[in-house]
T-cell receptor
Framework: ETGVTQTPRHLVMGMTNKKSLKCEQH?????MYWYKQSAKKPLELMFV???????ENNSVPSRFSPECPNSSHLFLHLHTLQPEDSALYLC??????????????FGPGTRLTVL | GQNIDQPTEMTATEGAIVQINCTYQ??????LFWYQQHAGEAPTFLSY??LDGLEEKGRFSSFLSRSKGYSYLLLKELQMKDSASYLC??????????WGAGTKLIIKP
């Protein structure tokens, strides 16, 4: 595997379900990110981890819970979601947060539908 | 507030040239990124500009004017595979990316 991978690619869940999204990067990077992408809207940064420490929580509702066990893996735990949470969830990684020109590399995303 | 503006949609003809503009207003500036995103796929990095001027990379070039808060992406010799969304993002003083909503480019034969 190369680059940034995400599983599952598609997820349909009810509002009372609990599910997790997984992201793995094979680039040797130290920073990982979760973004939400809704149609015709800018990417919304949700969470940032730098060297496994959470450095950003962009006022995200508590029904989204991130976990970063090591620099290569990032999870997003989901529970009691709302239909408006339906979107494409993108994971990205970069060499190190807080550096000029630090380029982010993205995974293919998980298309989430909340019924 | 912080804001990135780019056109919602553009149409161009195969073989032609197209310029996608982006204006930005961010708290501080640490560079301007362009990404390409095909439908249902990951955004992929195209270019990064931090100094004024034009950077050329094959058929794609990116321009930056810091004094005007303006950038453009120039695509030459358009191919059908260039049909995609093009995302502009400015890196602010906290090194966070502020994203535009993307420009959907439609290439016609």
């Amino acid at each position: 595997e190369t680059g940034v991978t995400q599983t599952p690619r598609h997820l349909v869940m009810g509002m009372t379900n609990k599910k997790s999204l997984k992201c793995e990067q094979h680039l040797g990077h130290n920073a990982m990110y979760w973004y939400k992408q809704s149609a015709k809207k800018p990417l919304e940064l949700m969470f940032v981890y730098n060297f496994k420490e959470q450095t950003e929580n962009n006022s995200v509702p508590s029904r989204f819970s991130p976990e970063c066990p090591n620099s290569s893996h990032l999870f997003l735990h989901l529970h009691t979601l709302q239909p408006e949470d339906s979107a494409l969830y993108l994971c990205a990684s970069s060499q190190e947060e807080g550096q000029g020109g630090d380029t982010q590399y993205f995974g293919p995303g998980t298309r989430l539908t909340v019924l | 507030g912080q804001n990135i503006d780019q056109p919602t949609e553009m149409t161009a003809t195969e073989g032609a040239i197209v310029q996608i503009n982006c204006t930005y207003q961010t708290s501080g500036f640490n560079g301007l990124f362009w990404y390409q995103q095909h439908a249902g796929e990951a955004p992929t990095f195209l270019s990064y500009n931090v100094l004024d001027g034009l950077e050329e990379k094959g058929r794609f070039s990116s321009f930056l004017s810091r004094s005007k808060g303006y950038s453009y992406l120039l695509l030459k010799e358009l191919q059908m595979k260039d049909s995609a969304s093009y995302l502009c993002a400015s890196m602010d003083s906290n090194y966070q990316l502020i994203w535009g909503a993307g420009t959907k480019l439609i290439i016609k034969p």
